[in-house]
């Protein structure tokens, strides 16, 4: 295994003293906690270009570099899918959801259902986005970036993750959401170099794409589907293009986490740009973070037997993990100093992706459940109640990352996220979908949506926990064991499928007892639109991105 030079820790230096930097200036310049509005939004008056690429950042931590080139070296190379269809989705957030959400003037999500439904409706999304972000985010990045300094800098495991956490911690505490995106700007760029590099160097290592090939035809257990989008069993395409969509509108449309960015937008055009250029970034993670893990598997089976192998620089104790290696690649094929901008790239994923979710937690505590206690709480303590509530829960994160250890035993945390999200989303997905364009569906339709879909959702996630623990023994010819082992995207569209489904009966059936509705959180059919929006420069590089998805869609088919 190679090691960092002293030039590489000078470049990670460097990388670490100009985020410090942008941080500081935001913070004391530009005064971005004096208030809440532009604590926790920015002011409401960001560009295109720093919500697109924050959009992109936040998105892409440590456990898209661990999990996605983990995959490549895996053969899951369906879990590229992921990205590439989250492209398609955040043009549907610019383009249907957008709108909705800035006239509404809303600081969070929660707070859209409610004006749209009722206060049970805003009080379970902020309860279940929160645990959400507990079970997924903040312990998922705290943990893979954990990895990145055990498996790079020969750091404990543990020691890793706490100085995650400070480093992190530091700049988005006190610079809240402005900070974020101004040094998201800059660590996109940075990781994007990153993973282009270790693509570069990792091919010239092995002697070109064709070499790469030609190990993967001799040792791939089944080389015909080991690069395919569509041709594997853990992700079948039935649930790729139906279940994994229900996912994407559930992060990309309906979560805090993203939509924070563009509520921060100067007005709806602005913001529409934003999630276009997000959407184009997205088509980047198949080429600089999973091609990167397939030649890694290449070299595993040509060069370096060991190249997988993690050992403990505590106890000395051997691992042999896929989601390992990205990193090796790394310390293997890098020359001295592109390394160290290789690793800083690694870095600024993690705290890009961690500091957003620390900003978004604290947004949706802070006017979700402290404001509604205290309405008339001033501005300077909404922010300082942000900044403590961000702190419990980054403890309450790496209190839950031994259980999420045992669930990613021998590689595929990417997959644990997806799967994870997959059980909470669809009533989420539904509510909001059903919300716009459906003036019928009402409060009592969405709770009994909301509740029943978080019951069956958590409900197979324990049984598939006890499943695995050797604990519980079901049938799997039983309708029980049918939904326990069913493929995961597949019962994501179950799920969406019986939250729609509850949400229309519950809702029409007590329609007499509903409230009025505002006419402006609702999709008014047959309304003029005073734009032609098909002449439109955002109509022409949507059209570009779709086109792009389907090229790689026939590529990798």
């Not at 947004?363 to 900044?387: C, H, I, M």
């Amino acid at each position: 295994m190679g090691k960092l030079e002293i030039l590489d820790f000078i470049v990670i230096g460097g990388y670490f003293a100009l985020v410090f930097g942008i941080a500081w200036f935001v913070t004391v310049k530009e005064k971005s906690g004096a208030d809440s509005s532009s604590y926790f939004l920015g002011g409401r008056n960001l560009g295109w270009f720093a919500i697109g690429a924050s959009l992109f950042a936040s998105n892409i931590g440590s456990e898209h570099l661990i999990g996605l080139s983990g995959a490549g070296a895996r053969g899951a190379f369906p879990e590229a899918q992921f990205e590439i269809l989250a492209a398609l989705i955040l043009l549907l957030l610019g383009w249907v959801f957008v709108p909705f959400y800035i006239k509404s003037g809303v600081f969070t999500m929660p707070e859209f259902l409610e004006k749209r439904y009722n206060t049970g409706a805003r009080n379970y999304l902020s309860l279940i986005s929160i645990i959400s972000y507990v079970l997924t985010k903040i312990s998922f990045t705290i943990f893979a970036g954990a990895l990145v300094f055990e498996v790079l800098l020969g750091i404990p495991f543990w020691t890793g993750a706490i100085i995650t956490v400070i480093a992190t911690g530091l700049y988005t505490v006190f610079g809240g959401l402005k900070a974020v995106i101004y040094t998201d700007m800059v660590q996109s760029i940075i990781f994007i170099l990153g993973g282009a590099a270790a693509t570069y160097f990792g091919l010239q290592a092995i002697g070109g794409w064709d070499n790469v090939m030609t190990a993967i035809q001799d040792n791939a257990p089944d080389p015909d589907t080991f690069m395919s989008l569509f041709r594997n069993k853990e992700y079948p395409w039935t649930g790729v293009l139906l279940g994994a969509p229900i996912l994407g509108i559930w992060y990309w449309c309906t979560d805090q986490f993203i939509v924070q960015r563009v509520l921060s937008a100067k007005n709806i055009k602005v913001a529409k740009q934003g999630t276009i250029f997000g959407g184009a970034l997205k088509l980047l993670p198949l080429f600089i973070f999973v091609v990167p893990g397939i030649i890694a598997y290449a070299l595993s089976v040509t060069e370096f037997p060991d190249l997988f192998t993690v050992t403990n620089p505590i106890t000395g104790e051997v691992k042999t993990t896929s989601d390992a290696a990205l990193p090796a690649l790394i310390l293997r094929v890098m020359p001295v100093g592109i390394k160290g901008l290789v690793v800083a790239g690694f870095l600024a994923a993690l705290m890009s992706s961690l500091s957003s979710v620390f900003n978004s937690t604290s947004t949706l505590f802070t006017f979700d459940f402290y404001q509604k206690w205290r309405p008339k709480a001033s501005e300077r303590e909404l922010v300082n109640v942000g900044r403590i509530a961000t702190v419990i829960l980054v403890i309450v994160g790496l209190l839950w990352i031994p259980f999420m250890q045992k669930l990613t035993e021998g590689g595929g945390i990417y997959k644990y996220l997806q799967s994870v999200q997959a059980y909470i989303s669809p009533p989420i997905a539904a509510a909001f979908l059903l919300g716009i364009f459906y003036k019928k569906i009402n409060g009592k339709g969405a709770l009994a949506a909301l509740w029943t879909g978080f019951v069956l959702g958590i409900g197979r996630l324990v049984l598939e926990f006890m499943s695995q623990e050797g604990g519980l023994m079901i049938s799997e010819t039983s309708l029980l064991g049918t939904l326990v082992t069913m493929n995961f995207l597949h019962y994501a569209i179950f799920l969406f499928v019986v939250s729609v489904c509850i949400m229309i009966l519950v809702s029409l059936s007590t329609q007499k007892t509903s409230k009025e509705i505002d006419p402006t959180l609702v999709y008014q059919y047959g309304e003029k639109r005073k734009e032609n929006i098909f002449k439109t420069k955002e109509f022409v590089l949507t059209m570009l991105i779709v086109a792009a998805v389907l090229v790689m869609w026939w590529v990798f088919r």
